[in-house]
């Protein structure tokens, strides 16, 4: 016999540093409405977070100290229940260039005041975040989130950069999400291969002239480079201006490290005014 019927509403989002292997849960739930019952018989209990290995390279995960959780507590309508859980990777992130993937999930119980009603387990969907120690030129292993990013040129700042990326886009370069073909970056992390890049698109020998250096587009650390040409789509060189070129590359290496970018990772490249 169905006893109670209502909807909650459950969210959820995490939040880390690049530099850190550990990062914060925060979970609510709210009751919005109830279309059967009294929902002064309603109650949560048990709120935990489980950290669990859902594949081949999916790693559990602890629950560290500290974090507030989600006290026994009466659900009322339109007041959430919320809780901050900090959680973190294993000892074997301390491994260079181990790769870990960990999904993260809510429970909850659910009771109801009325004679032999048994209780409700609830999971939420939950989330994934990857931990990784394989960033390339940096010591510190830390954590992301499973999204494609973009790295943001202003025209404002990169007149000549922006340009030729934009020409190159328009061509039918690869990096653009709303450009055919619609094909992100992939990054490339073995220097000798990125070298090959460079030397194929700006070969040594070609002169640059004053205040100018040669810009290859996509970048050398990319799987679509010059020589790689991962897919066969159209590449470009040209010559601009050798510090907006220095300062792009500049960016380029911040982005990488700010969104823990590893070898194969996918990326957007938008130019923004």
């Not at 018989?41 to 594949?55: E, F, T």
């Not at 559990?60 to 809780?83: F, H």
């Not at 094909?183 to 100018?212: I, Q």
């Amino acid at each position: 016999m169905e006893v109670f019927r209502g909807t909650v509403a459950i969210s959820d989002y995490m939040f880390t540093n690049e530099a850190v292997p550990n990062w914060a849960f925060d979970w609510s739930l709210q009751l919005v409405s109830v279309q059967l019952g009294n929902p002064l018989g309603l109650s949560i209990s048990n709120a935990r977070v489980q950290c669990v290995g859902m594949g081949s390279n999916d790693w559990p995960c602890g629950v560290s100290s500290g974090g507030d959780g989600i006290p026994s507590q009466p659900l009322v309508p339109n007041v959430a229940a919320r809780g901050v859980w900090y959680m973190t990777s294993p000892d074997e992130l301390s491994t260079p260039g181990i790769i870990m993937n960990h999904f993260v999930q809510a429970r909850v119980q659910f009771n109801y005041a009325y004679p032999n009603t048994p209780p409700l387990d609830w999971p939420d969907i939950g989330q994934r975040i990857r931990c990784d120690n394989a960033l390339p030129g940096y010591a510190l292993s830390g954590c992301t989130f499973p999204y494609r990013p973009y790295l943001a040129y202003s025209q404002a700042t990169f007149p000549e950069l922006t340009a030729h990326i934009a020409s190159a886009q328009a061509a039918g370069a690869p990096g653009s999400d709303t450009l055919p073909p619609k094909v992100p970056l992939n990054r490339l992390t073995n220097t000798a291969l990125a070298d090959k890049n460079r030397n194929t698109a700006c070969p040594p020998a070609v002169p640059r002239p004053p205040g100018k250096s040669c810009d290859e587009y996509p970048f050398r650390s990319t799987w679509q480079g010059h020589y790689t040409r991962r897919g066969g789509y159209p590449v470009s060189a040209r010559m601009i201006d050798q510090d907006e070129n220095s300062l792009g590359g500049t960016d380029l290496g911040t982005f990488y490290r700010e969104n823990r970018v590893i070898e194969n990772d996918a990326f957007w490249v938008w130019i923004t005014p």
